[in-house]
């Protein structure tokens, strides 16, 4: 069965400085790998996605994220946070098809000045 | 563009009642599902809909029910609240390939 774990609950960064979030996956075969973001009180908006080919894929708001097959692991970065980024974020996996996504429990980011 | 809506955005119920969340998408996806989210527990999966005319349970499936009415509307039903379902539901919908498309979220209160 497919599993995520982000170990980190809560993490806090200073505005300017670089963010790292930690995700990793159980699954047999190529995953599909997903990055998603809530803000308080919101739906959850889509980062970025890894479906196959460069393993280092680009997303919205200038985050990226490395898909690392030998690691188990797909991690969000960042190179400079900025205070507006303070959210909770998802980590998700998923199957080929019409399998259901399997999300992490995610961590919320805190940004300060 | 409305992509996913759900109705309503809040509600308070007292146990034993029922009431049903609706959810309409407007991208001609093909499936679609409910998720609950509960503090520090993430998003778990109540029901989803692969296609119009099928469904299936996921994790949590136990106290609800579901509709997929049409391509486009997928309800889920709670036939007697408890204060256990005291949660926020998010409805989302997906193509083959792509990532979700949520909706903004039901915050539902159980007394």
């Known amino acids: 069965a497919q599993s995520v774990t982000q170990p980190d609950i809560h993490i806090t960064v200073s505005e300017g400085a670089s963010l790292e979030l930690r995700c990793n996956y159980s699954y047999g075969a190529t995953p599909y790998l997903f990055w998603y973001v809530q803000s308080p009180g919101q739906g959850l908006q889509l980062l970025l996605k890894y479906f196959s080919g460069d393993t280092l894929v680009q997303g919205i708001k200038g985050f990226e994220a490395e898909f690392k097959r030998s690691q188990s692991s797909f991690n969000l970065r960042k190179p400079s946070v900025h205070w507006s980024d303070a959210a909770e974020y998802f980590c998700?996996?998923?199957?080929?098809?019409?399998?259901?996504?399997?999300f992490g429990k995610g961590t919320r980011l805190s940004v300060i000045a | 563009n409305a992509g996913v809506t759900q109705t309503p955005k809040f509600q308070v119920l007292k146990t034993g009642q029922s009431m049903t969340l609706q959810c309409a998408q407007d991208m001609n996806h093909n499936s679609m599902y409910w998720y609950r989210q509960d503090p520090g527990m993430g998003l778990r999966l109540i029901y989803y809909s692969a296609s119009e005319g099928t469904t299936d349970k996921g994790e949590v499936p136990n106290g609800y029910n579901v509709s997929r009415l049409n391509k486009r509307e997928f309800s889920l039903r709670l036939e007697s609240a408890a204060p256990s379902q005291t949660s926020v539901y998010f409805c989302a919908s997906s193509q083959t390939g792509y990532g979700y498309t949520f909706g903004s979220g039901t915050r539902l209160t159980v007394v």
């Open positions: 998700a996996v998923g199957a080929r098809g019409n399998t259901p996504l399997v």
